[in-house]
C-alpha cells in the first residue's frame, strides 16, 4: 500500500550558504503549508507557481514566525535564545535548537499571515517522539493518509519533509531535503538516518512532527528488511566489497522505471563513484550521474541530475537523491580526479575559516586515504555531502587536518553542537 501527499521541494535559503545552514525548519514548513494550498500550484500538477525570489521572501517571513513562536514558547526544561541567530532555544543539556520540535508543530499550526496580505491556512500539528523507530515511521503514515506532510528530525541536527511511503516489499520513502533536493530510499535506511541518541530534553527519542490526530491512530506494521552489517572477523575492520560490473547501469535503469525517478534516471549517465567511510566506520559506495551527454568526454561538463547511495557491503541502494525534472542540476560535487585543482584554488591566500586567518600553501597539501568520511555534524546534514581529509601544515610547520567538503569548502574541524538545524 502506498501513502502520499502533495508536495514540493522548496530549498532552504541558505541551502547555499558555506559553512553553517540553519533554515531547514523554516523551509519544512513551507514545504507542508503551501502543499495543502491548491493556489499554490498550478492546476493539475506538483509545481509551484512563485518564483524562487517569492518562496525566498514567504521562507524568510516564516522564520520570522519560528522566531516569534521561540518568544512565546513556555516548556519546562527550555529556554529561549535568540543570539547567534541560529540559537532559538536552549534546552536543560545546553543543546542549542534552531527550530525546536515544538515551535515547528505551533508554526504549522498557527499558518502564515504575510505582509502582502496572503495568509496560509495552518494545520493542527503535534510532536510525536517515541522510543522506537518503527513506531515513529508508522506514525508518519496517518498524516499522510490526512494529506499532511511529515517533518522528521534525522541525525539530531536536521528536518527533512517525507511526502510518501510504501510498505510494498521492503518498502521506500519519499521526501526532500531542503538543503539538498529530493531523496528517496528504502525504509531500513529511513530508520537509520533517525538517530535516537538526541540528547536533552528529547533524550533517546525520535522526534517527529506530523498532523496532529496522527497519534491517535492505528495503523498496519510496515515491512522491513534486515540492516546488512559489515562482516563479524577478528583482526582490522573488513573493507566495503568492490562494486560489480555494470552495477551502476542497472541501478539508474531500475530507478528510470519509477515514475518518480524517471525523469531524473532516464538515460544518466555515471560521473564518478566516491568510496564514504559512514558512521561509526561503516562503508558506503556514493555514485554520481550527470545528465546524457553527447560523448563519454563530455560528461564532465553535463549538469550532475541525481546521486545512489550503495550500501557498502550487501551492494543494495539504499538512498537516492536527484533532480525532480529535466532541465534542473544539482549543486557542484567534486570527484576525486578534481580535489588537487580545487585546492590550487587555495595556493598562497589567507582564507578565514571560522573567523581564524589560515594561511593556504598548495605545495603543503596532502589528501588523506582513497575513500572519503561523512558524519552527521553542523557542516553536512547530509551523506551525499562528504568529506576528502587534506592534511596541512599550519603556522610554523605543525601539521594540520582540514575537511575539503565535497561541494568545494573546506572546514578545519566538524563539529556537533546545534540541533535541529
Avoid at 39 to 58: A, C, M, N, P
Avoid at 175 to 183: F, V
Avoid at 412 to 417: E, F, K
Wanted: a negative charge; glycine letters at 10%; proline letters at 8%.
Amino acid at each position: 500500500m502506498n501513502h502520499q501527499t502533495r508536495c514540493a521541494l522548496i530549498q532552504q535559503n541558505d541551502a547555499e550558504s558555506p559553512h553553517i545552514q540553519y533554515l531547514c525548519g523554516a523551509a519544512a514548513a513551507q514545504m507542508i503549508l503551501y502543499g495543502r494550498d491548491d493556489s499554490r500550484f498550478k492546476v493539475g500538477t506538483t509545481e509551484l507557481i512563485d518564483s524562487t525570489e517569492q518562496l525566498r521572501k514567504d521562507q524568510a517571513q516564516i522564520w520570522t514566525e519560528i522566531k516569534a513562536q521561540s518568544r512565546r514558547l513556555s516548556l519546562a526544561g527550555t529556554e529561549y535564545r535568540g543570539d547567534p541567530e541560529r540559537c532559538q532555544i536552549r534546552d536543560a543539556s545546553s543543546l542549542c535548537w534552531s527550530t525546536f520540535p515544538d515551535v515547528l508543530a505551533a508554526t504549522l499550526t498557527a499558518g502564515i499571515s504575510f505582509g502582502s496580505g496572503a495568509t496560509v491556512a495552518g494545520v493542527p500539528a503535534t510532536v510525536l517522539q517515541l522510543p522506537i523507530e518503527e513506531d515513529l515511521i508508522q506514525a508518519i503514515v496517518p498524516s499522510l493518509d490526512m494529506n499532511v506532510a511529515a517533518a522528521l528530525l534525522i541525525g539530531q541536527t536536521h528536518w527533512v519533509v517525507i511526502y510518501g511511503l510504501s510498505d510494498d516489499g521492503p518498502g521506500h520513502f519519499y521526501g526532500y531535503d531542503p538543503g539538498y533536493g529530493k531523496i528517496s530510499g528504502t525504509l531500513q535506511h529511513l530508520r537509520n538516518m533517525i538517530d535516537a541518541q538526541t540528547t536533552g530534553f528529547y533524550k533517546r527519542r525520535c522526534v517527529a512532527v506530523t498532523a496532529a490526530s496522527a497519534a491517535d491512530r492505528t495503523v498496519a506494521p510496515l515491512m522491513r528488511r534486515p540492516h546488512s552489517q559489515p562482516p563479524q572477523e577478528p583482526g582490522p575492520p573488513v573493507g566495503p566489497r568492490p562494486l560489480p560490473p555494470g552495477l551502476d547501469t542497472r541501478l539508474a535503469s531500475d530507478l528510470a522505471k519509477d515514475l518518480e525517478w524517471r525523469p531524473t534516471f532516464e538515460g544518466a549517465e555515471l560521473r564518478f563513484v566516491l568510496r564514504v567511510r559512514g558512521p561509526a566506520g561503516r562503508f558506503y559506495y556514493l555514485l554520481d550521474y550527470a545528465a546524457p551527454a553527447v560523448s563519454r568526454s563530455d560528461i564532465a561538463l553535463a549538469p550532475r541530475v541525481g546521486s545512489i547511495i550503495v550500501d557498502g557491503y550487501d551492494l543494495h541502494p539504499i538512498m537516492t537523491a536527484g533532480v525532480e525534472r529535466r532541465g534542473q542540476a544539482l549543486p557542484r560535487l567534486v570527484g576525486p580526479h578534481e580535489v588537487l585543482s580545487v585546492l590550487d584554488a587555495f595556493d598562497g591566500q589567507v582564507k578565514w575559516i571560522d573567523g581564524v586567518p589560515t594561511t593556504l600553501c598548495r605545495s603543503g597539501f596532502l589528501v588523506g586515504e582513497e575513500e572519503l568520511m561523512w558524519q552527521p555534524c553542523d557542516q553536512s546534514t547530509s551523506p551525499f555531502m562528504p568529506f576528502y581529509v587534506v592534511y596541512h601544515p599550519g603556522p610554523g610547520g605543525d601539521p594540520r587536518i582540514l575537511y575539503l567538503r565535497a561541494d568545494g569548502q573546506l572546514f578545519p574541524d566538524l563539529t556537533r553542537t546545534t540541533a535541529g538545524i
